[in-house]
């Protein structure tokens, strides 16, 4: 059996390379994908990979399930991790060039889906054509009996084709025209702000695990020791990654806020009786708060709910509000 690779780069993510077809590896990571998910068969690429690996920290537990499901097949499997990272602006740019490649082959495929329901439509125009006009009933018994009846089953097998074909382009020029919105959507101020919180959430937590402490509520608390050893170093290398992803979306954060397409507001800029916008509905400030505002009937009449400060779309002070009833 020829020697297999794990690798892991930020670039290509997690690759399973060296196997062949009808090696026996396919059945083999199969298993491994029932098992444990994540893996899966690139058909582009024509190998194994690791889903959304590339410019993440490696997946050590999912690499070594595989590593260990290959070796007990008898195969001779090597790990070659790099753990470097791409400095995030680099890596966005990849990933918008990579999303423009995925957008172009999609509107191909939906071109020629497209075009297959053309054809699809005018064979089943063609096959209506040679059904009998008028609705003319089958002559039982007539010499022509057999051939009304496929003209007519052929009429309708062509229409089903032709219905699913319509279907089939219709679906594709609809994952066309959603891929060709994913960068857009992945820059949308609120989302950018609501990923930034995720990133620092994400990191204080880490940082807990390299602090140890207590953890848990009374009675069912226990002390848990801070990482060491490879653990610590996992741990260390994926906060220095996010804390240069945290860095990189702060920046793109403050230029939507200096050009507008983003607020800015903090607890600095609102008060209790003041009025803000919320997906285009003004409520009312019930109680300023660190991270967001409560408003009165956010959803429910006479019920309170929050509202996050990026996602205040704009303030209405209460003394201006005096100002306009007078």
């Known amino acids: 059996m020829s020697t297999l ?8 993510g997690t ?9 026996g590896t396919y059945e083999v990571m199969t298993e491994v994908k029932n098992l444990v998910g994540h893996w899966k068969w690139a058909r582009s690429l024509q190998q194994w990979i690791i889903h959304a690996s590339r410019d993440r920290q490696p997946k050590d537990y999912y690499i070594q399930v595989a590593a260990n499901a290959l070796r007990d097949a008898g195969y001779t499997v090597e790990l070659q991790i790099d753990r470097t990272t791409r400095p995030a602006s680099e890596a966005e740019t990849a990933r918008a060039e990579q999303q423009q490649d995925r957008v172009a082959a999609l509107e191909a495929k ?4 497209a075009s297959k329901a053309a054809a699809a439509d005018d064979a089943h125009r ?5 059904v009998p006009p008028m609705g003319e009933p089958i002559k039982i018994g007539h010499h022509s009996e057999h051939r009304h009846r496929r003209s007519i089953e052929r009429a309708w097998d062509a229409l089903g084709r032709s219905v699913e074909a319509d279907k089939a382009a219709a679906r594709a020029q609809g994952r066309a025209e959603s891929a060709s919105r994913t960068t857009e959507l992945r820059y949308a101020p609120v989302t950018v702000a609501n990923r930034i919180a995720t990133l620092e959430a994400e990191q204080r937590a880490d940082q807990r695990i390299l602090d140890g402490g207590k953890r848990g509520r009374a009675p069912y608390t226990y002390v848990e020791p801070p990482a060491s050893g490879e653990h610590r170093d996992r741990v260390q ?13 702060k920046g793109i954060r403050a230029e939507q806020i200096a050009s ?8 600095d800029d609102i ?9 285009g509905r003004w409520h009312e400030v019930v109680r300023v708060n660190a991270k967001s505002v409560t408003v009165d009937s956010l959803y429910i009449p006479g019920c309170t709910g929050t509202v996050p400060y990026h996602e205040i779309r704009a303030v209405k002070h209460a003394d201006e509000q005096v100002e306009a009833t007078e």
């Not at 690779?5 to 290509?12: F, G, K, L, P, R």
């Not at 209790?272 to 916008?277: L, P, Q, R």
């Open 5 to 12: 690779a794990i690798t892991h780069t930020a670039a290509e």
């Open 15 to 23: 690759l399973l390379e060296g196997t062949q077809r009808g090696d």
């Open 110 to 113: 939906a071109d020629r889906r």
């Open 126 to 130: 063609r096959a209506t054509d040679r």
């Open 237 to 249: 290398a994926r906060m220095t990654q996010r804390a240069g992803e945290i860095e990189y979306w």
């Open 260 to 267: 507008g397409q983003a607020t800015g507001y903090s607890r």
């Open 271 to 279: 008060n209790k009786g003041d009025a803000i916008n919320y997906r």
